[in-house]
């Protein structure tokens, strides 16, 4: 079955970056595209990007062109969300999910809280 | 950039109906999907494709058929239903996903 499998929380400065991780098993990797969704505490889901594994190509949303960075390793079928410049509101949970039009399978969270 | 709205909250008696709505400009012309988001854990998809529900998902949850506003129907509601839900479209002009702002399902 499906399975993806995110890195775990990180606390980060103000400034700083960081880089959340999505191991993905039990299909073809390089079949489906990887979309990244955070959740602010107390707050709805937002959009941030794709990445089309077997290509490596992207498309962010535009509240974070120029600070995210999605890429891929194909021989260890695994995603990875950079974000750069981070700031107080920027602390969240960064979900991986797979899906070309939704999001059938969800990665378990990752916590990134941004503190000073 | 495109925008969906939804009640931020709906309640209902147990047994009873819900319907959780999602409007948008010709939202029609989309294909809707749904999720469930229960406290500390990740979104499930319970209805995909405006009306198709994924295996697992209880017949109780369905969704409305190019709908304006697309709604997700709750039918006999259980305290297990309580929940957030979000609604959540492909923007096809950008090859942007965007959610609805989500929707607290209170079971009294």
């Known amino acids: 079955q499906v399975h993806l499998v995110q890195s775990g929380a990180e606390v980060k400065k103000p400034g700083a970056s960081v880089k959340v991780s999505c191991q993905a098993s039990?299909?073809?990797?390089?079949?489906?595209?990887l979309h990244w969704v955070r959740q602010a505490p107390g707050q709805g889901l937002e959009w941030m990007g794709w990445?089309?594994?077997?290509?490596?190509?992207?498309n962010y949303a535009q509240k974070f062109q120029g600070r995210v960075s999605m890429t891929r390793d194909t021989s260890i079928t695994t995603a990875y969300l950079e974000l750069s410049g981070l700031r107080s509101d920027d602390t969240a949970v960064y979900y991986c999910?797979?899906?070309?039009?939704?999001?059938?399978?969800w990665g378990q969270g990752t916590l990134v809280t941004v503190s000073s | 950039s495109y925008v969906l709205t939804q009640p931020p909250s709906v309640s209902v008696a147990p047994g009873q109906t819900a319907r959780i709505t999602c409007e948008g400009d010709?939202?029609?012309?989309?294909?809707v999907h749904w999720y469930q988001q229960k406290p500390g854990q990740a979104p499930v998809l319970v209805v995909s494709?405006?009306?198709d529900r994924p295996s697992g998902i209880p017949e109780r949850f369905s969704g409305s058929y190019s709908g304006n506003p697309a709604t997700l129907t709750i039918s006999r509601v259980e305290a297990g239903d309580e929940a957030d839900y979000y609604c959540?479209?492909?923007?096809?002009?950008?090859?942007?996903?965007?959610f609805g702002g989500g929707t607290k399902l209170t079971v009294l």
């Open positions: 990445i089309n594994p077997k290509s490596g190509g992207t």
């Open positions: 494709d405006d009306s």
């Open positions: 039990g299909y073809i990797f390089t079949g489906y595209y």
């Open positions: 010709n939202i029609g012309t989309k294909s």
């Open positions: 999910t797979r899906g070309a039009s939704e999001g059938r399978y």
């Open positions: 959540q479209v492909w923007e096809s002009y950008s090859d942007f996903w965007v």
